[in-house]
């Protein structure tokens, strides 16, 4: 996998790449509870796959994996935090964000041959459900806001460049890696 490019490799162990029309389509909501089953198995295909994806990259600040990203076009995505937390997200959708924002690089495994410098709410609420169907509002801030903004974009089909400023392009990964650094915050 040496050879490979960045993209090349996240397709090699199945994640959808940019030009899939499954990536600019909104995913399809879950009934739950009825749909509880097909729910877990998403959840599961999308944690197998957060592991592949593991093995070939490090992600100091984190990951995200929508359902659509592993050609499946249903509302689920998952977050690894930092910490290793996981966050699973079922039917989400941001129903507050604040006016105060950063801007930061942010990568996407479905085009990872580029970063671009993305703005996003430094904090947003998101309703989302359980796996009986119980609604839920989380409030999700700074870098974990970030990453699960970016893969809720993802189950309304979009790719970070629409958020980017106008004029603004990606650059390529090498690039980035002389530039890049970690998403840092004032202290609160």
Avoid at 39 to 50: F, I, M, P, T
Avoid at 67 to 94: C, D, F, K, M
Wanted: proline content about 7%; aromatic content about 6%.
């Amino acid at each position: 996998m040496e050879t490979l490019s960045p993209s090349e490799q996240m397709r090699s162990i199945g994640i959808v790449q940019e030009g899939d029309p499954i990536l600019t389509q909104t995913a399809r909501p879950f009934d739950l509870p009825a749909e509880a089953e097909d729910a877990r198995r998403v959840v599961a295909q999308l944690v197998a796959n957060l592991e592949r994806v593991s093995q070939v990259h490090s992600f100091v600040k984190g990951m995200g994996l929508a359902a659509p990203q592993i050609g499946i076009g249903r509302s689920a995505a998952l977050v690894r935090t930092p910490s290793g937390e996981i966050i699973t997200l079922l039917n989400p959708r941001v129903i507050n964000e604040t006016s105060e924002t950063d801007e930061q690089y942010e990568g996407c495994l479905s085009f990872f041959d580029v970063r671009g410098m993305v703005p996003r709410p430094l904090f947003i609420e998101v309703e989302h459900q359980d796996i009986e169907g119980n609604a839920k509002i989380t409030l999700f801030e700074e870098g974990i806001a970030r990453l699960v903004g970016h893969e809720i974009d993802h189950l309304y089909g979009q790719l970070y460049r629409v958020r980017m400023r106008p004029g603004v392009e990606p650059i390529p990964v090498s690039q980035y890696r002389g530039t890049g650094h970690e998403w840092k915050y004032p202290p609160r």
